[in-house]
């Protein structure tokens, strides 16, 4: 693939970016506040009540069971129609995130937002799970619709939908009160990095398994 190491590139180049700012949540949290605090006042404002049940509905599609499910689905719509390399890319990335989640709020250890939480949320804080997981499988699913969908109007509005629902489910977070906006910006930086990494090689995978007629 002629362009796998600019992928490569941008995927290590975020994943640089996200250990820097992880530097900065675990010897420099006090400083962050001059970054985070402005944004949650500026984005939590009044706390109107329309907006607090659009984020909580929105923030509720990423919660564990629900995006289990829909993925679950969605893997099955896959395999019916014979794309099998996209089901394992779609499925074994909401397992990656699964593991790597838990992994790296070991490291980091921060607790959340000294602010009223409008939804309950346990655990620590940073990177955001919910953003991660956003960027991850809506990530993938945007590849996904480039090189499904044929009709360039259609695939077009698939993606930016995706992305505008990525970054809706980041502003719910930090509007809602559970985390900072540094861990939502974490979460995407992660997610970004792991498919920029991955996609060469699946990418590469997919033709093999089309040209050898495992998958359609």
Do not use: C
Not at 13 to 41: E, N
Not at 91 to 103: C, S, Y
Not at 105 to 124: D, F, M, N, T, W
């Amino acid at each position: 693939m002629k362009n796998k190491q600019t992928y490569l590139t941008r995927g290590v180049f975020a994943l640089l970016l996200f250990v820097i700012l992880g530097y900065a949540v675990k010897f420099y949290p006090d400083q962050l506040a001059g970054i985070d605090s402005p944004i949650q006042a500026w984005l939590r404002g009044d706390l109107p009540p329309l907006l607090t049940n659009v984020f909580t509905i929105i923030t509720s599609a990423i919660n564990p069971p629900i995006i289990i499910a829909w993925v679950l689905i969605l893997v099955m719509v896959f395999l019916s129609k014979g794309w099998k390399i996209e089901a394992a890319f779609l499925a074994g990335n909401l397992l990656l995130h699964g593991i790597l989640i838990k992994l790296i709020k070991l490291v980091y250890q921060r607790s959340r937002p000294a602010i009223p939480h409008l939804v309950e949320e346990g655990g620590y804080s940073f990177p955001s799970g919910h953003a991660m997981a956003t960027a991850i499988v809506l990530g993938t699913l945007i590849i996904i619709a480039q090189q499904r969908i044929q009709q360039n109007q259609m695939k077009r509005l698939v993606q930016v939908l995706m992305l505008g629902f990525i970054i809706a489910i980041m502003a719910s977070r930090v509007y809602l009160g559970v985390h900072y906006p540094t861990d939502v910006i974490g979460g995407a930086l992660m997610g970004f990095a792991i498919l920029n990494i991955e996609f060469p090689f699946y990418d590469k995978l997919r033709f093999q398994w089309r040209f050898t007629g495992k998958q359609k």
